[in-house]
């Protein structure tokens, strides 16, 4: 059994609205990181946010799977509030996102703390996969690879053009969020 290419392009357009938060502070890590350190910085960054974005959404939405049957009839709303919600509070932590941050992406507790909070997004958008009749397993590895290709490049945005563009990240994340929730709501009131 084998995803469509209208689920592929979903999948991905999710995982790269998902990827956002990674991407910013794989930024971030980026521009603190030491020249020599970069490579090292960058593969930990996608294998670590990656993994944790990819096994988040598929747990997500094994919880989903399990609500689906008692929220059938108007399941499409919960998919889109749940993806409207998230891609929201994107939009709000990039527009309030100032501060100076020091990120070292070589110190594995924070590393694994920044990984649980920039995916516990995916838990929610993984219900609303799971509301949304796609593939679990298939849409979680599409989000995971996704991530773990954007925070490797972040970090050497980050690196090469410091921290300017990490507000832009999650804008752009947040935006592609809501648009799928409101494609899925189209395309569900359409039937």
Partial sequence: MGISLTDFLTALLIGVGLAMDSAAVSMTGGANAKQGKLAAAALLAALIFGGFQGIMLFLGGLGGEGLRGMVSEFDHWVAFILLAVVGGKMLLESCHSGEDKKVNLLDARILLILA???SIDS???GVGVAFADHSLLETAIIVGAATALISFSSVFIGSRF????EGKAGIFGGVVLILIGLNILRTHMAL
């Avoid at 410091?162 to 563009?165: E, F, I, Q, T, V």
């Fill in 116 to 118: 649980v909070a920039t």
């Fill in 123 to 125: 838990l929610a958008v």
């Fill in 162 to 165: 410091g921290c300017r563009l």
